[in-house]
């Protein structure tokens, strides 16, 4: 789990849950915060154990743009990082990461 | 970068605010007066334009540095290559663009009498859209914000902005007309104080939340400046209208009440450039306090004892009717003869004295001691993985004088003079979260105040520290619940990462409103079938994932929800096996059933009458031990 964030948009769920291990690879990684977020300024890497990224495009915005949406390259099974860098719709600019695995 | 947006974010404020207030006052108050000189009209346009360019050119200079900081821009290049993108595609740029552009168009209207009041208008809608550029606009769902937002701004500018064309005013105007502009002035003055009171009160306890986020945080200190700059601009407003306009009918005499509106405008400067401050800080809710007092109120003591009890309610009566006479004597006093009512008067605060004096100190057992994290909350979530990783700081760190099974009983606590605490006693579960780590933090001493257990602050990062809280209340927790009791305080349910079919969860916590049952290795063939009536509807967890054939509908996706499962049920992870977990809507743990033991749920009609029963009692004002992540 990442460091606590206390500040304005902070990560409420994800999925792949934060620190998870899933069975099967994900085609996207979801990202819901407390608060709606600026798309346009938001920047999310996922990347794989060698640093490479296994983002597959920008993320989008989903349910008003409370949640990022990150589509995913095929992935093999391993530890994946996710860093988030966001802007809340009030301006203010919080981030955070977190691991998550798939399973063999 | 943050000074400046503080900055231009209130200078825009001052300046809108004081265009406002300026066109406001022509428009509704100066008409009051039977003559206006041209010079003060004149004056009064300029204060206007005046303010309109201060709002005007702070905004755009407001603009550009959050565009800078949003868009991350290191060069003015990047953030004019940014501009277009948060003036047009963002929240907060499209309000301010709408902003500026009312309160220009209104600054050219107000040139002409006939377009005044259109301009005004203009003006106080400029103002009403505060919440869009504040954190009022990230309040998803919750309007309430927005439109207490848009009243509060309006009526701080039809106040505070018109104090300065009011001091233009009562210098260049005759002196009974002056009194006619400040007679004008009044009702309005109160209504704007009552609205900007009342939704000011509205948005501290949306944005502070709590006496420990006013006491404890930068939040809560700006929005006291606030409060404290609000009450000494009334007492001004109060004196200038029971005091000082009389003097002004009386005898002419307007350096006094001249003097004290330039105060209050200036007290309204400060209010305002405070709030441009409050809207660029982090709002109290999202921070952990820091409370500052040695104590806290708390009813613990009274509620345990009855003779405290008595005591406490004595000294309540006993002062309040001291008080009550006091205020009397204050009050009423005055119809009497001179020496009477003075004598009166220095009676009663004598007896208030006295009373105070001899009963107040036992008003003590209302409150218990208090740390500066008393009131923080675990950012852990009480989740598994914070619960398995205070399982392995335990030993090492703990088990020495607390024991491996935490009675307090570990091989070096028969050298200290007080017994190492009982982890698994009812009590540990009564302290708060915020105790708790001080504790852990700063160490505690004996008995005779001499340090007993270290403090492994600097020793262990504060996480862990928190870890161990969790691990501390769920082994706590495991020793009732290896009894076949319920923990002796509510307990949460451990949250984990779990995957569902046709559920839209990712952890535990995600399925509040359902009642839940978590299942410790129970196959398909021995699951029972789930209770599914009226308006109760029941999940089924498995606390790992089941190879084959999906039994349950969510399967946890974390190696640490069945080992800490296994700490709270009080077994080694082996015997977990068969153990089922009920858990009612909002999250906390209800019952746990082993297939052996007596209690649980032994058929289909027990589970459902239990389900039925945990969702029909829900758990009311629970505390201690409720690890509720706040935001």
Request: charged letters at 15%; one cysteine or more; proline letters at 7%.
């Amino acid at each position: 789990m990442g460091p606590p964030a206390f500040a304005h948009a902070f990560l409420e769920h994800a999925t792949p849950a934060v620190g998870s291990e899933v069975a099967s690879a994900p085609k996207e990684l979801d990202l819901s915060y407390t608060e709606p977020v600026e798309v346009l300024f938001c920047h999310v890497a996922v990347t794989d154990a060698h640093g490479a990224s296994v983002a597959d495009g920008k993320p989008v915005g989903r349910n008003s743009n409370q949640t990022l949406v990150v589509p995913l390259k095929p992935l093999t099974p391993g530890t994946y990082r996710v860093e988030w860098h966001v802007v809340s719709v009030d301006t203010h600019k919080t981030e955070g990461h977190f691991m998550f695995t798939i399973k063999p | 970068m943050q000074a400046a947006i503080v900055l231009f974010r209130g200078l825009q404020l001052l300046g809108m605010l004081s265009f406002l207030g300026t066109v406001g006052f022509r428009t509704l108050m100066l008409p009051a007066a039977s003559e206006i000189p041209a010079p003060l009209r004149r004056r009064l346009a300029w204060l206007a334009w005046i303010g309109a360019a201060v709002a005007l050119v702070a905004g755009c200079a407001w603009l550009m540095v959050e565009t800078a900081s949003m868009a991350g821009a290191a060069s003015l290049s990047e953030t004019v290559q940014a501009l277009p993108l948060v003036a047009g595609d963002t929240q907060f740029g499209e309000a301010l663009v709408a902003r500026l552009g009312l309160l220009l168009v209104a600054a050219i209207l107000v040139r002409w009498r006939h377009t005044m009041v259109v301009g005004l208008v203009l003006a106080i809608l400029a103002a009403a859209m505060q919440g869009l550029l504040a954190h009022a606009g990230a309040a998803e769902g919750d309007r309430s914000l927005l439109i207490s937002e848009a009243l509060h701004l309006p009526a701080a500018g039809l106040w505070l902005g018109a104090l300065l064309p009011l001091w233009l005013s009562v210098r260049v105007l005759a002196s009974s007309d002056a009194a006619l502009v400040c007679e004008r002035f009044t009702p309005i003055g109160i209504a704007c104080v009552l609205v900007i009171g009342a939704t000011g009160v509205l948005q501290a306890i949306g944005l502070v939340g709590s006496l420990p986020g006013l006491l404890g945080t930068p939040y809560g200190h700006i929005i006291l400046l606030k409060v404290g700059l609000f009450a000494g601009a009334l007492v001004l407003a109060l004196l200038n209208r029971l005091w000082l306009t009389d003097r002004l009918v009386a005898h002419g005499h307007a350096s006094g009440l001249r003097v004290s509106i330039a105060v209050e405008a200036t007290f309204g400067c400060l209010i305002i450039l405070a709030a441009g401050w409050l809207a660029s800080s982090v709002p109290a809710i999202h921070e952990q306090p820091v409370w500052p007092l040695p104590w806290r109120f708390s009813l613990e003591t009274v509620n345990e004892d009855a003779d405290f009890r008595r005591e406490v309610i004595v000294s309540l009566i006993l002062i309040g009717v001291a008080a009550v006479l006091f205020l009397n004597a204050v009050v009423f006093g005055g119809r009497f003869r001179r020496s009477i009512s003075w004598s009166l008067r220095s009676l009663s605060v004598v007896l208030l004295v006295v009373v105070a004096a001899w009963r107040g100190p036992s008003l003590s057992l209302l409150t218990v001691a208090a740390y500066p994290t008393s009131f923080q909350t675990s950012p852990t979530g009480f989740s598994t993985d914070s619960i398995v990783r205070g399982q392995h700081l335990y030993p090492a760190n703990c088990a020495s004088c607390h024991g491996l099974d935490g009675r307090g009983d570990g091989p070096a606590a028969a050298g200290l003079s007080d017994r190492p605490a009982d982890l698994t006693a009812a009590h540990v579960l009564a302290h708060p979260d915020g105790e708790l780590i001080w504790w852990l933090e700063h160490g505690m001493p004996d008995s005779e105040g001499r340090p007993a257990m270290p403090g492994f602050a600097g020793g262990l990062p504060e996480r862990d520290l928190w870890s161990l809280i969790d691990y501390v209340r769920a082994h706590n927790a495991g020793a009732s619940l290896v009894r076949g009791k319920m923990p002796p305080a509510p307990m949460q349910a451990p949250n984990f990462p779990l995957g569902c079919h046709g559920l839209p969860a990712a952890t535990l916590r995600d399925l509040r409103g359902h009642a839940l049952l978590i299942l410790a290795g129970v196959t398909a063939g021995t699951l029972p079938p789930m209770p599914r009536e009226g308006n109760v509807s029941t999940v089924t967890i498995a606390l790992r994932s089941v190879d084959g054939t999906q039994a349950a509908q969510c399967s946890g996706e974390s190696a640490t929800a069945w080992d800490a499962y296994a700490v709270l049920a009080g077994t080694a992870p082996a015997d977990l096996t068969g153990a089922m977990f009920l858990v009612d809507p909002n999250g906390w743990l209800r019952a746990v059933h082993w297939p052996d033991a007596p209690g649980g749920w032994h058929t289909d009609t027990e589970l459902l009458a239990l389900v039925r029963s945990i969702c029909a009692h829900p758990i009311s004002g629970a505390s201690g031990g409720e690890h509720e992540h706040h935001h």
